[in-house]
């Protein structure tokens, strides 16, 4: 990938394939995969767990820890891929406050489809269950700057490379539009 953006956030629902798709396209870019559920505390994931949806005062701290993991990143010379759901506009914009210039990279899917792929992860913490309030809290980033708007249900290695392909100069005079 030839860009100058320093870090890109692979955001959806639960079961939208960010961390497939997070770990295509920083193979492809060289970039480096952080998995946000890997910084959710001990807390968060014990409500998850017991089938609990997360508020706002759950995720504050969490947000706010992946935007010091993203800053360090990218001090340690690396292109940060982030999968985080970013459900709401507010949680995009402390991710934004942490690291201007930030890109998403909005999976979207239908909740029957969420629903499908999470009952097919065993062993994940974050039960089919909470599907409904997910899809409650999202706020799509659509018309929102920096951000790739893509059918989640594409092939990963087409996820991918439509990402390399918006990130690239000559496709970053329009970085706000569906692919």
């Excluded at 059918?151 to 100069?169: F, G, H, M, Q």
Aim: hydrophobic share 45%; charged share 25%; glycine share 8%.
């Amino acid at each position: 990938m030839n860009s100058p953006l320093s870090a890109i956030v692979v955001m959806g629902v639960a079961g939208c394939g960010k961390s497939c798709v997070g770990e295509a396209i920083a193979h492809k870019s060289g970039g480096r995969l952080i998995e946000g559920d890997a910084f959710h505390p001990a807390e968060n994931i014990r409500k998850m767990s017991a089938g609990i949806p997360l508020d706002d005062d759950d995720r504050a701290g969490w947000l706010v820890r992946l935007g010091q993991e993203l800053q360090a990143t990218v001090k340690a010379g690396e292109r940060p891929i982030l999968t985080c759901s970013a459900l709401k506009r507010r949680y995009r914009d402390t991710l934004r406050a942490a690291m201007p210039e930030l890109a998403f990279v909005f999976l979207e899917l239908t909740p029957a489809e969420a629903e499908k792929r999470v009952l097919a992860r065993p062993g994940h913490f974050m039960p089919a269950s909470l599907i409904d309030s997910q899809f409650a809290a999202l706020e799509a980033p659509h018309g929102e700057p920096l951000t790739l708007a893509l059918d989640a249900t594409r092939p990963i290695i087409e996820l991918a490379a439509s990402v390399d392909t918006w990130l690239k100069p000559c496709g970053e005079q329009d970085l706000a539009h569906t692919a």
